[in-house]
């Protein structure tokens, strides 16, 4: 985003220029006007090209992702000899292991019939959320792609995080998420381990952008809640005709759907 005062138009001085010329010809008035209109489309070609480097940061991310889906699979074996034996402790631990070394949120276990077993959290309430746990995996076993953009539910967040306390059931979370199947030597189906990176107030992430962007960016949820920004609140609302106005200052803006595999905003 592009503040109207400071990095594209400052609309008051463009506006005090204008008055003190008013006595010229209109030709040279209407030169102005076309210079500001040329300058706006400047600003926003600019706006679109830090859009696209948004995109590319996102996809970097899941490229990440799968770098990591691909150290997961090597355990396979490993884990399915745990799970033959219901020992499963060892398999929390290598989760949690998992989550430290990569940065993740979430790293769950389900069984081949959709049911979490275990995970990295160290809260014991995850039983009571199944019917929650199972519908994440059936909504990313239905899609092209098992490495996307996705939302999860509050309820699943909150057994791993404090940031989802006080938000209500319905609410969603974005997340980079990783579905891997495992399979015993006959390529039977085991069950599957999750990965999942939440983007909401994910500072790894606002730091890599705020210094590939260059500038002011906000992520906005399908509700448009702003979930992940570097501006000094997080309260940015949605811009409206490429503008918004926050803290007393009007910024240009340029908006671009960041799309799961459903194709959903």
Known sequence: MAPLNSKSINWNIALAFS???????VNVLYATLKEQDRTRQAVVKQLQGKAETAHSIIANELDKLEIV???????????IN????????????????????????????YDENYRLLTSNSLQARQNSRQDSYT???TTILDQPSRITLATIPTAIVRDFSP??????????????LSLIALTDDI????GFVMLISIVNNNQLLAQKMSALLDGEYAIFDEHKHCI???FPTKDVPWPHDQKMTLAHKNYFSWSSPLLTTTGTP
């Open 19 to 25: 008055l003190l010329v008013a006595v010229i010809a």
């Open 69 to 79: 889906t691909g150290i997961v699979r090597v355990q396979n074996e490993k884990i």
């Open 82 to 109: 745990f799970l033959t034996y219901d020992n499963i402790a060892p398999i929390k631990v290598m989760l949690q292991e998992i989550a430290s070394l990569q940065h993740l949120d979430m790293v769950l276990l």
């Open 135 to 137: 519908k994440v995996l």
């Open 163 to 176: 940031m989802a306390a006080g938000l209500d059931e319905d609410q969603t979370f974005v997340a980079l």
């Open 187 to 190: 390529g039977d189906q085991m």
């Open 228 to 230: 992940l920004t570097n």
